[in-house]
């Protein structure tokens, strides 16, 4: 079973920065897209921003320029600096891991994890 375990979550202030990680663990061979969503208050779960096992990355048009995207496809990690945070940042954020493949041969088609708050907000 593929498990992923966000952190990095917390307060800050607008115009603060924080950087969000996620590790997936389960006998992974491979994933090919790690990502992040977020979700605010009374609103649809929207895409931050993902990341491809070939470096190709997707931004949500609110995040582009402020948030970066990375991944260490050694460790199946995936990271997410957010910097420039507005208070309209302010929602839980959850990682996802696409297409998974374990070394027993099984195959997820989609992980998430449990979600970290992000709170901006002065």
């Known amino acids: 079973q593929v498990q992923l375990v966000e952190s990095g979550g917390g307060l800050v202030q607008p115009g603060g920065s924080l950087r969000l990680s996620c590790a997936a663990s389960?006998?992974?061979?491979?994933?090919?897209?790690m990502g992040w969503y977020r979700q605010a208050p009374g609103k649809q779960r929207e895409l931050v921003a993902r990341?491809?096992?070939?470096?190709?990355?997707t931004y949500a048009d609110s995040v582009k320029g402020r948030f970066t995207i990375s991944r260490d496809i050694t460790k199946n990690t995936v990271a997410l600096q957010m910097n420039s945070l507005k208070p309209e940042d302010t929602a839980v954020y959850y990682c996802?891991?696409?297409?998974?493949?374990?070394?027993?041969?099984?195959?997820?088609?989609?992980?998430w994890g449990q979600g970290t708050q992000v709170t901006v907000s002065s």
């Open positions: 990341i491809t096992s070939g470096n190709s990355t």
């Open positions: 996802t891991a696409d297409s998974v493949r374990t070394v027993s041969g099984t195959y997820n088609q989609q992980s």
């Open positions: 389960g006998n992974i061979f491979t994933i090919y897209r």
